[in-house]
């Protein structure tokens, strides 16, 4: 009878830091692509690295190692965007001024949706996905996954590998052209109508 041999806890650490350390570079890279800031990239890198070393020995030997490592970055950036979006946003109180806080005091205590939720729920799924199915490729993936499936811009970056400037943009242009697809749909009044005359 044979019995593998275990791998010391000093034998795996030495092979973690021998097959990582050439790729740090490109996790570093992608940290800072993922992230807002150094700061950040910084602590998404040392996230990724600490869950790779904890999961290392169930790595098997042989697979592709970067992309294991990309896997695990990608998957620890959710977590952190999700974490994030769960704590209030947090503002420097100097920068709130009274009419701002009374404004989201009094939206946040009425419970009433948004003029625009209040349409989309009037229309029909049919209507929305048809308006959906005419936009250009690129925009309705990008409407999809930052409107339909209720993913933040990064997140919605990173799913299609395009800059965040892009999802933004994208998301813009999209709500132009689905208020005009959709507009004689409307069964609530104006509220998807541009106002006209608005004066900036």
Known sequence: ??????????????RFARDVDPLLDALSRRARRLAVNDADAEDLL?????????GFRSFERGSNLK???????????????????RRP?????ERVGDRELAGEVARLSSGRPS???????????????????????????????????????????????????TVMSRVSRGRQRLRVALAHLDRTGSALAEPAGRSA
Not at 1 to 14: G, K, N, Q, Y
Not at 46 to 54: F, G, K
């Open 1 to 14: 009878m044979t019995t593998a041999t275990v791998e010391s806890d000093v034998d795996m650490a030495a």
């Open 46 to 54: 040392q996230d990724t690295l600490l869950h790779a070393y904890r």
């Open 89 to 93: 946003a947090e503002v420097a109180v």
């Open 67 to 85: 992309a294991w490592l990309f896997r695990i970055q990608y998957h620890r950036w959710i977590s952190t965007h999700r974490h994030r979006q």
């Open 115 to 165: 003029p625009e939720d209040e349409v989309l729920e009037s229309l029909s799924d049919n209507d929305v996905r048809a308006a959906l199915a005419n936009l250009p490729e690129g925009t309705r993936m990008v409407m999809y996954y930052a409107g339909v499936a209720g993913y933040t811009y990064a997140e919605t970056a990173a799913l299609l590998d395009v800059p965040i400037g």
